[in-house]
């Protein structure tokens, strides 16, 4: 953006003394204070306000469902339109990025370590916090690059990969290392790294994709999301009828990125009305506009076929409210109908890899995730966990939050 289109932005704040924005913000941004400094020009500042509380400007800006968030929050939008705070977010992190400027360290050098397993939002973030405050980190990444979520889950489309690098090219800056191509169970443990480390920090995520429990999930053609999007293994699109079950950022990202495979037709099937999908606005409309087609109010009941998907047994459903404004969809009896299909994807959530967490020898909650105390550490002795691990809401804002948050506790307990 044009410096006189930004400050045109940030002279829409009213700067409330409130700060609904931020109370709106899962990292609890300053977003008045760095709008001030906006419109004052002074650009660095703005920056390191927000260093305050994110390393990921650049990336939150472009990819946080801010109308559910900080812009959601804003008072200008009870009676119009809020203040655009993520594109001032971004302009100011590319700002960051093309000036150069750096992360601060905080506190001078410590004579202890951590090990950081998974170098996603949560990882990344817990790493800069660390090594803010003079510790020395180490992350070790399964795959052959860092970012996590931010390259594995999010098309390129909606997040540039120069600016994932650029990003944690930064907090590498700090003195942080990492070692790639390194599994949990497969070639580290927890072990080895209890016997180097003086705290360990889980973090590698939650990437399988949640299952319907519904007859021929089974069937050859039916692929998790979240899968797809990470290892980009997709089968032959072109020219074929797919459906992505689900209504949040991660089912928009996949069926943006089938249809651009040239699939013959692409179609998101949600159970519930437009309004209450939990993507945002912005990604909706781009499906749309790109060609994507939805059946809302729809359930999937079943996927048909002998060994592989031919088809899809749908319903359509009502909403009946049940608690106060709250809203349930009911199936309607007898609405049935069936649509042909080549391949259905599901996009109804995430949870964590049971193969990785079997190794592990630590406590898990009733719902499969690893338990954790107040201070976030699990049932072994200096090992902590964050982030889609012990079940905090998948996005990449609250991830980072988790991140943050479990570093503070670290540095508690390394003291």
């Known amino acids: 953006m044009e410096i006189e289109e930004v400050q045109k932005l940030a002279e829409k704040?009213?700067?409330?003394?409130?700060?609904?924005?931020?109370?709106?913000?899962?990292?609890?941004?300053?977003?008045?204070?760095?709008?001030?400094?906006?419109?004052?020009?002074?650009?660095?500042?703005?920056?390191?306000?927000?260093?305050?509380?994110?390393?990921?400007?650049?990336?939150?800006?472009?990819?946080?469902?801010?109308?559910?968030q900080c812009q959601g929050s804003c008072i200008r939008g009870i009676k119009g339109e809020s203040v655009s705070i993520g594109k001032l977010e971004t302009f100011i992190g590319?700002?960051?990025?093309?000036?150069?400027?750096?992360?601060?360290?905080?506190?001078?050098?410590?004579?202890?370590?951590?090990?950081?397993?998974?170098g996603g939002p949560s990882g990344i973030t817990a790493a800069s916090y660390l090594a803010r405050r003079g510790f020395e980190v180490c992350i070790y990444e399964k795959h052959e690059t860092l970012g996590g979520l931010l390259v594995h889950g999010i098309p390129d489309f909606r997040l540039p990969r120069e600016v994932i690098k650029e990003t944690i090219?930064?907090?590498?800056?700090?003195?942080?290392?990492?070692?790639?191509?390194?599994?949990?169970?497969?070639?580290?443990?927890?072990?080895?790294?209890?016997?180097?480390?003086?705290?360990?920090?889980?973090?590698?995520?939650?990437?399988?994709?949640?299952?319907?429990?519904?007859?021929?999930?089974?069937?050859?053609?039916?692929?998790?999301?979240?899968?797809?999007?990470?290892?980009?293994?997709?089968?032959?699109?072109?020219?074929?009828?797919?459906?992505?079950i689900g209504g949040g950022n991660t089912a928009m990202d996949i069926a943006r990125t089938i249809n651009r495979k040239k699939a013959k037709k692409v179609i998101v099937i949600y159970r519930r009305a437009r309004e209450q999908m939990p993507a945002e606005k912005e990604e909706i409309d781009a499906a749309i506009e790109e060609g994507v087609e939805f059946l809302f109010q729809n359930n999937i009941v079943k996927i048909l076929g002998e060994n592989k998907v031919e088809a899809v047994e749908c319903i359509k459903t009502e909403l009946v409210k049940v608690e106060g404004d709250r809203e349930k969809p009911v199936n309607i009896e007898g609405s049935n109908y069936e649509l042909d299909m080549d391949y259905v994807i599901m996009a109804l959530g995430s949870k964590p890899e049971s193969n990785v967490l079997e190794k592990i020898d630590l406590e898990k909650t009733d719902r499969g995730y690893i338990k954790v105390d107040e201070k976030q550490m699990t049932s072994r002795k200096k090992v902590f966990a964050c982030g889609d691990l012990i079940g905090v809401k998948s996005t990449v804002a609250w991830a980072s939050r988790s991140g943050r948050d479990v570093a503070e506790k670290i540095v508690e307990y390394l003291k």
């Open 13 to 68: 704040c009213f700067s409330c003394k409130a700060k609904p924005c931020k109370k709106g913000c899962p990292l609890t941004n300053d977003i008045t204070e760095f709008i001030a400094y906006i419109k004052l020009g002074e650009y660095k500042k703005a920056y390191e306000t927000l260093l305050d509380t994110t390393i990921l400007q650049p990336v939150c800006g472009r990819i946080c469902p801010h109308n559910k």
């Open 94 to 118: 590319d700002m960051a990025i093309k000036e150069g400027w750096k992360i601060d360290k905080i506190e001078g050098k410590k004579d202890k370590k951590v090990a950081i397993i998974g």
């Open 169 to 244: 090219n930064k907090v590498l800056e700090l003195g942080v290392k990492f070692k790639l191509g390194q599994e949990l169970g497969k070639n580290i443990s927890l072990e080895e790294l209890e016997k180097e480390y003086d705290a360990i920090l889980l973090a590698f995520g939650a990437n399988i994709s949640s299952k319907m429990g519904i007859l021929g999930e089974e069937l050859e053609g039916v692929y998790g999301g979240n899968e797809l999007l990470e290892n980009e293994n997709y089968p032959t699109i072109e020219e074929k009828t797919v459906c992505v």
